[in-house]
């Protein structure tokens, strides 16, 4: 830019400019067109006596040639002055859709001398700058991400020869130890297995974070995988009577890493377990929807509040307000699961009602993603989540949406399917309109997660009723 700054003078000039366009529009066309007219009636009235018609005929067919080549010059005229404005607004437009792809390259060059170039060259400073932020943060991701994985790295190998020492004692190698002393290192042992385990999350956090998760991509019979996972947790499930119940459909033979599969499979299964009731029951199933295959692990435990579902996958996040901390955990199994299935580009989520029970879907694409992309894991989503269900409820109720939106949260009804049946209940009162609803509803479960929805519409949309079929149409 030149230096100058906005201001009333330059507002009013940008405001003069389009009157004088308007006002040379005026004078340069429709006036001469009307003086042409005017001296034609004049010539035919004032000696009409003195015309022939072929000198009528003439001055008609002049005053028409002169009218089309006016109309086509201010027609040419016009057009390439729209052309070159629109030009610009379209490159305009296009950087900033390069913007929002992420793509800093971006530099305009638009030389209209005139608001337009200000306008292209205050972009171009915007862009520079966004250019050294996104450059800034990625060097912070990455300065943080190695300090991640060299500090994990560190730690264990000071906690393989600790373990040991710790062996040897427990198995009596440096002398008789006391009951006090058994149950000291033990305690101890104890802690130091856990430790072992959290530096071992961090370290998969770390992979998942800089790409480097490792796959092993081979031919996979996946429910022969299900089946050998439930068989293995049957035991954890037998110490609470609980039971385990298998439903699986035809699947077919995929190149997976069934060893992922089984992670992500056995830590939901193993919090179930954790979170149920004595002699109640836990439901695995896995069926084949439009190009993948859709898991399940429905529990009938204590279930999540709203606020508990939007935060479940951030690391370190414990369930409040229930007895179940007694179990030992990192905090980090959930956080590695969304990072495991992303990974793959699969989807993670819960479907929850408190004393109701939860129910984790995954979903596995049946072809495997190769080209591993980071994930962001050690991040909080809950902030970033509410604001974008306040600004969708803005754009579709206007004002009034942001009074809705936080009733809602008053109430703990912020999750996906308290908004569906929320949404649903606009339609049937005909405050929305359904394609209006079936929208809401897709931008709802894009801010969930669920990037790639569709809502189908049924008879009994309308009936507040939770429904697999009806919610989720993969594609």
Request: proline share 3%; aromatic share 10%; charged share 30%.
């Amino acid at each position: 830019m030149d230096g100058k700054k906005f201001n009333l003078k330059n507002l009013f000039l940008s405001k003069l400019s389009r009157k004088i366009t308007i006002l040379f529009l005026i004078v340069g066309i429709i006036v001469p067109l009307f003086a042409v007219y005017y001296f034609y009636i004049i010539i035919i009235n004032v000696a009409p006596e003195t015309l022939t018609s072929e000198t009528v005929m003439l001055l008609r067919n002049s005053v028409i040639l002169i009218v089309i080549i006016v109309t086509i010059n201010a027609g040419v005229i016009g057009f390439l002055f729209s052309k070159s404005i629109i030009k610009s607004l379209k490159k305009l437009y296009n950087a900033t859709k390069e913007i929002e792809k992420g793509n800093f390259d971006v530099h305009l060059e638009i030389f209209t001398r005139d608001e337009i170039q200000e306008l292209a060259d205050a972009f171009n400073q915007t862009v520079s700058t966004l250019a050294k932020i996104h450059e800034e943060g990625k060097e912070i991701d990455y300065a943080k991400n190695e300090f991640l994985s060299i500090t994990s790295h560190e730690l264990r190998n000071t906690m393989t020869p600790m373990k040991a020492q710790l062996q040897m004692l427990e198995e009596n190698y440096f002398g008789k130890l006391s009951n006090k002393q058994k149950e000291s290192i033990m305690i101890i042992t104890r802690n130091a297995d856990r430790l072992d385990k959290i530096i071992a999350d961090f370290l998969e956090v770390s992979r998942i974070e800089t790409a480097r998760l490792k796959f092993n991509f081979r031919e996979t019979d996946i429910a022969k995988v299900i089946k050998e996972i439930v068989q293995f947790m049957d035991g954890f499930a037998k110490e609470k009577n609980i039971k385990l119940e298998l439903n699986i459909e035809k699947l077919p033979m995929i190149i997976a890493d069934p060893d992922r599969v089984s992670q992500v499979l056995r830590n939901l299964i193993n919090n179930a377990i954790k979170f149920s009731n004595e002699r109640s029951k836990i439901e695995i199933s896995a069926k084949l929807k439009n190009n993948q295959i859709l898991f399940s692990v429905k529990d009938y435990g204590c279930g999540l509040t709203p606020d508990d579902q939007i935060r479940i996958f951030e690391p370190f996040y414990q369930v409040e307000g229930t007895n179940h901390h007694r179990h030992d955990g990192t905090g980090l199994g959930l956080a590695i699961c969304r990072g495991i299935v992303e990974s793959q580009k699969g989807k993670i989520w819960v479907e929850s009602k408190p004393e109701a029970g939860s129910k984790f879907y995954f979903t596995l694409p049946l072809c495997p993603v190769r080209e591993i992309e980071p994930i962001k894991v050690l991040f909080s989503q809950k902030g970033v989540i509410e604001k974008k269900i306040r600004e969708e409820f803005q754009t579709y109720l206007g004002p009034l949406g942001i009074g809705e939106f936080k009733e809602l949260k008053g109430k703990n009804l912020i999750t996906k399917d308290d908004l569906f049946q929320y949404i649903d209940f606009l339609i049937k009162n005909y405050i929305l309109s359904q394609d209006q609803g079936l929208n809401f509803k897709n931008k709802i479960g894009k801010i969930f997660g669920d990037e790639n929805l569709q809502y189908l519409k049924k008879k009994n949309e309308f009936k507040g009723i939770v429904h697999e079929d009806y919610y989720l149409k993969k594609i």
